[in-house]
């Protein structure tokens, strides 16, 4: 099977359930680097985490961050992060939930959303429904969606999503999606695996994301990364 490059999601998938990155996904893929195959970190993580990430394990295909929000390669948009949509409704979004909530948005809302710039994040230690609740009479609530990643809970906009920036970024740099290797493990990451031509589910992800896969490994978290380069990519 031909396989031009792989995308791959961060947390869950090249990290185990306490976020600590797996030896064995980094070494698979950079394997598949030496090989001139390019990954591509597909995340919902900000930009430089997602970056400081490709660096630090040899990836050259550059990312997608904030859900789809933003993207990144080197040589690529003057080596600028590309913002690929105004932030209109999410800054409505973040005063409405903000009146709404009260001192629960401060309690509840991720660290890094002074360094967002498409969506709003929500550590998983508020209930989901409360931030749909909350949402439901706000005037542009029809143009957002929420997202669970299994670490926490993002509000994003309906425009954009990891598969169409995933898209995005391999058609600048003449990638055929067809032979692209998608791996995740969480429903946000559903959107940029239909687009793959490989869709891959790690052991740990989530049923629903096992339903649509290619292959479903048997290995959990970087294991199972390592698992499906070896199966369609070393081999």
């Not at 792989?6 to 306490?18: C, E, L, Q």
């Not at 509000?155 to 058609?171: A, F, M, P």
């Amino acid at each position: 099977m031909k396989i031009e490059a792989i995308a791959v999601d961060i947390d869950g998938t090249i990290t185990d359930a306490k976020r600590r990155i797996c030896i064995s996904a980094i070494e698979s893929l950079r394997k598949a680097e030496d090989m001139g195959i390019p990954t591509i970190i597909v995340t919902g993580n900000v930009a430089n985490y997602a970056y400081a990430t490709e660096v630090l394990i040899g990836c050259s295909g550059g990312f997608v961050g904030e859900n789809g929000g933003i993207i990144f390669k080197e040589g690529y948009n003057n080596n600028n992060v590309k913002i690929l949509i105004k932030r209109e409704y999410i800054e409505g979004a973040e005063r409405h939930l903000q009146e709404k909530l009260g001192d629960d948005y401060a309690r509840h809302a991720s660290h890094d959303n002074i360094y967002r710039q498409t969506e709003i994040v929500f550590y998983k230690t508020i209930e989901r429904e409360i931030i749909e609740n909350a949402l439901k009479d706000y005037e542009y609530g029809d143009e957002l969606e929420l997202y669970d990643s299994g670490f926490a809970i993002h509000v994003t906009d309906k425009r954009i999503n990891k598969g169409t920036s995933l898209r995005l970024l391999c058609e600048k740099n003449n990638i055929n999606m067809d032979y692209v290797m998608g791996i995740g493990d969480s429903e946000n990451d559903e959107d940029f695996l239909r687009e793959c031509g490989v869709k891959i589910a790690v052991g740990n992800a989530d049923e629903s994301l096992k339903e649509i896969s290619t292959y479903a490994c048997e290995n959990k978290y970087g294991d199972g990364v390592k698992e499906a380069v070896e199966k369609f990519v070393l081999g």
